[in-house]
């Protein structure tokens, strides 16, 4: 086992940039090592409503129990509800808003217009 190393030793380690052909993810050997990501686009979009609202609750848990973290966790909280805002809002255009005449909006992040279309969608 390689010793640690000091900090000023670390920062004269040579650095390697990403290049051309590098791949960002890797499929580990054991699949159940590998975290899925979803073929079917709808079943994707789901998973990523429910993972934005489940992390930020588990964010929201952890500055109950220790409130050190509220100062560092709050900007990532915030921005997963809006993520979920956002996302929930496109699934439910997109699933209920055809039958009356609602085009999904998959181009948009402006919460005030999903809105407004999810306001026509309920109204009709």
Request: hydrophobic content about 45%; glycine content about 4%.
């Amino acid at each position: 086992m390689a010793s640690p190393k000091s900090f000023e030793d670390i920062l004269k380690m040579d650095f390697r940039w990403p290049r051309h052909g590098d791949t960002a993810f890797v499929i580990a050997d054991n699949p159940d090592d590998n975290a899925n990501i979803a073929s079917c686009e709808f079943s994707r979009l789901v998973l990523m409503v429910d993972g934005y609202k489940r992390g930020a609750d588990l964010m929201v848990a952890e500055t109950m129990q220790d409130w050190r973290w509220r100062d560092l966790l709050v900007y990532p909280i915030i921005f997963n509800y809006r993520h979920f805002l956002e996302l929930s809002l496109k699934y439910l255009l997109a699933t209920y808003g055809r039958s009356v005449g609602i085009d999904p909006i998959w181009n948009e992040h402006n919460l005030t217009k999903l809105w407004c279309k999810f306001c026509k969608l309920l109204s009709a």
